[in-house]
C-alpha cells in the first residue's frame, strides 16, 4: 500500500476542518489507515509553537520570526510524523502545510518567495504534498465565519492582507496545476464533490474509490 500526502489550504474560516473529518471518515469506511493533523501544531512542540503565533498579545512579532516559527512546527511535524507515517502506507490528511507559509507570509506579508519555499524546502526534507485542495473564498465571508470574538492574531489582519493570501493561494494552484486544486467553498454539498473530484486521480493511483 502507497502512503498519501494530502493538503488541505485556505484563508481563515474557509471550512478545512469541515471537509478533512469528511474525508477522514470516508477513507477510514473504506479500510484506510488515515491520520489528521494540522498547522501549526501536531506535535507537542508544534502545539507549544502555535500559542506563541495565535496569541493577539504578541503583536511585535516580526515576519521573519513569524515564518521560522510556523517553518518549526512544520519541521518537527514532517520529519517526526508525516514521513513515517507514510512509510507505514498510511494516508495523512494535513490542514495546512508548506503552502499557507508561501500564502501567509510570502504573498501576505511580503517576504520573498523563493526564500520562503527554500526554508520550507529544507524544513521538510523536500516533502511536497501528492494534492492540495485550496477551498477559496471570500475573504470577508471567510473571516467572519471565523469565531469573531476570540480572532487570533492573524484573524485580526487587515482584509487587505486575507486578499494578497487569496491571490496567492489562486496563483499558487495556476502554477501546479497537477497538485494544487480550487475548489470554491460555496454550498456545502458542491464543496464536498469538489473534494472527491479533486482527489479522484491520486485515490485512484492508491486504489481508492470514495462515493459520493
Ligand atoms: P488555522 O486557523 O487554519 O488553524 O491556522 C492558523 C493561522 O496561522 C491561520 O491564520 C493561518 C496562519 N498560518 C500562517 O500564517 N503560516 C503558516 O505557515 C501556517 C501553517 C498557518
Known amino acids: 500500500m502507497t502512503?498519501?500526502?494530502?493538503?488541505?489550504?485556505?484563508?481563515?474560516?474557509?471550512?478545512k476542518t469541515t471537509q478533512i473529518a469528511r474525508l477522514a471518515a470516508a477513507l477510514r469506511a473504506a479500510g484506510r489507515d488515515v491520520v489528521t493533523l494540522r498547522e501549526p501544531g501536531g506535535t507537542v512542540v508544534g502545539e507549544g509553537v502555535r500559542e506563541i503565533l495565535l496569541d493577539p498579545a504578541h503583536e511585535e512579532l516580526s515576519p521573519m520570526a513569524e515564518l521560522l516559527?510556523?517553518?518549526?512546527?512544520?519541521?518537527?511535524?514532517?520529519?517526526?510524523?508525516i514521513?513515517?507515517?507514510l512509510d507505514a502506507g498510511k494516508i495523512v490528511l494535513c490542514d495546512r502545510h508548506a503552502d499557507s507559509s508561501v500564502a501567509y507570509q510570502g504573498y501576505?506579508?511580503?517576504?520573498?518567495?523563493?526564500?520562503?519555499?527554500?526554508?520550507?524546502?529544507?524544513?521538510?526534507?523536500?516533502?511536497?504534498?501528492?494534492?492540495?485542495?485550496v477551498l477559496d473564498v471570500e475573504p470577508h465571508a471567510g473571516i467572519a465565519a471565523a469565531t469573531p470574538h476570540t480572532a487570533d492574531r492573524l484573524e485580526r489582519e487587515a482584509i487587505?492582507?486575507?486578499?494578497?493570501?487569496r491571490a496567492g493561494y489562486l496563483e499558487m494552484a495556476a502554477a501546479e496545476p497537477d497538485r494544487i486544486v480550487v475548489v470554491e467553498r460555496d454550498a456545502t454539498d458542491a464543496v464536498w464533490s469538489g473534494v472527491l473530484a479533486a482527489l479522484a486521480p491520486v485515490l485512484?493511483?492508491?486504489?481508492?474509490?470514495?462515493?459520493?
Open 3 to 15: 502512503g498519501l500526502f494530502i493538503t488541505f489550504e485556505g484563508g481563515d474560516g474557509s471550512g
Open 69 to 81: 516559527l510556523f517553518t518549526a512546527s512544520r519541521a518537527q511535524l514532517s520529519l517526526t510524523v
Open 83 to 85: 514521513k513515517p507515517a
Open 108 to 133: 501576505g506579508r511580503g517576504l520573498d518567495l523563493a526564500m520562503v519555499r527554500a526554508i520550507n524546502t529544507w524544513a521538510t526534507g523536500g516533502l511536497v504534498p501528492d494534492r492540495t485542495i
Open 160 to 165: 487587505a492582507f486575507h486578499e494578497r493570501i
Open 204 to 212: 485512484a493511483r492508491a486504489g481508492i474509490t470514495l462515493g459520493a
